[in-house]
């Protein structure tokens, strides 16, 4: 049981990430620190470790400070699978002007570089950092004389290159990670709405409070009727309360929240709403049946006509 018990408590450190994140924090500290302490009392050098560069892995806390943050690196992290997907396709298109350069104009390529074009492996590194640096690998390859025969290849290879990976793919990159934004952002305004103009309980808009049969209104409805925490307090209770002194009402709440039920819910009911819609109605129908006091004046109108003078 010991075992089990230190196995499932090093699962829970491990995956929890905060404490990750903190203890992260506080070796970063620690090193930045001995470095300064080094420097002051003596005369030590900077090491890898031992720098007050990492200082700076302190400032990742603003991501969790601000609240748009967040939501940046949810954006690339909830559609990763279609990034990864995109990415690849990227690094394959890479790889074949690569080889296109390694096999008609690997000397155009090694004129304008340091490094010599001279395998399909540098060709390709080449390619990449020189089209992702400039968005144009044709400023990275030599000017080819437009009576050359490799002319027309390198006019369509830069072409191609412009418009397949400068344009289309890193394009749909940046349009994956907006839309993901976008959505992380409309999901967080609808959420927002939600909890301004329905209620948590009952599910019920504001609208349907604003009705003048209603004798109470939205707020007082959240305050009163249908206040979370009352319902809050009332779950600890019953859930601490012994069971030979439990209700009926309470012994069915106990079961309802052992099964993971909500039916005991008041879903898209409010006392208040029937009460004012079925006073309405009966107001309705009460005027419905008795007669309107210029019905009866005109009803006595016809009469006084239709008696005979005396």
């Not at 707020?219 to 019953?238: D, G, M, P, R, T």
């Amino acid at each position: 049981r010991r075992d089990s018990t230190g196995i499932i408590f090093m699962y829970l450190v491990v995956s929890d990430t905060r404490l990750l994140v903190l203890v992260l924090y506080v070796l970063a500290s620690t090193f930045g620190m001995v470095a300064i302490i080094g420097l002051a009392f003596f005369d030590q050098h900077f090491t890898v470790f031992i720098n007050p560069f990492w200082y700076c892995v302190c400032l990742f806390e603003m991501v969790k400070l601000l609240s748009t943050l967040p939501n940046v690196f949810k954006a690339i992290t909830m559609r990763s699978q279609q990034l990864i997907q995109t990415l690849l396709l990227g690094i394959f298109a890479w790889y074949l002007f690569g080889l296109v350069a390694f096999v008609f104009f690997p000397e155009a390529v090694t004129a304008r570089q340091l490094e010599p074009c001279t395998s399909p492996f540098m060709c390709v590194v080449l390619v990449m950092e020189w089209g992702l640096r400039s968005a144009d690998v044709g400023s990275s390859l030599h000017d080819i004389a437009y009576s050359h025969p490799q002319k027309v290849v390198s006019f369509a290879y830069t072409v191609l290159y412009f418009l397949l990976i400068s344009t289309i793919l890193l394009n749909v990159i940046f349009g994956i990670i907006v839309d993901a934004f976008g959505e992380l952002r409309d999901s967080q305004d609808e959420l927002k709405k939600k909890m301004l103009n329905q209620c948590f309980v009952c599910f019920m808009d504001r609208q349907d409070f604003e009705n003048p049969k209603v004798k109470t209104n939205f707020a007082e409805h959240l305050s009163k009727q249908h206040n979370v925490w009352h319902y809050i307090c009332f779950v600890i209770q019953v859930s601490l309360k012994p069971k030979t002194e439990l209700t009926g009402t309470e012994q069915y709440v106990i079961e309802e929240l052992a099964a993971a039920r909500t039916d005991w819910f008041p879903a898209l009911r409010s006392v208040e709403l029937e009460d004012g819609l079925e006073a309405g109605a009966e107001e309705e129908e009460s005027a419905e049946r008795s007669p309107s006091a210029y019905a009866l004046c005109q009803h006595l109108l016809r009469l006084l006509a239709a008696a005979p003078s005396s």
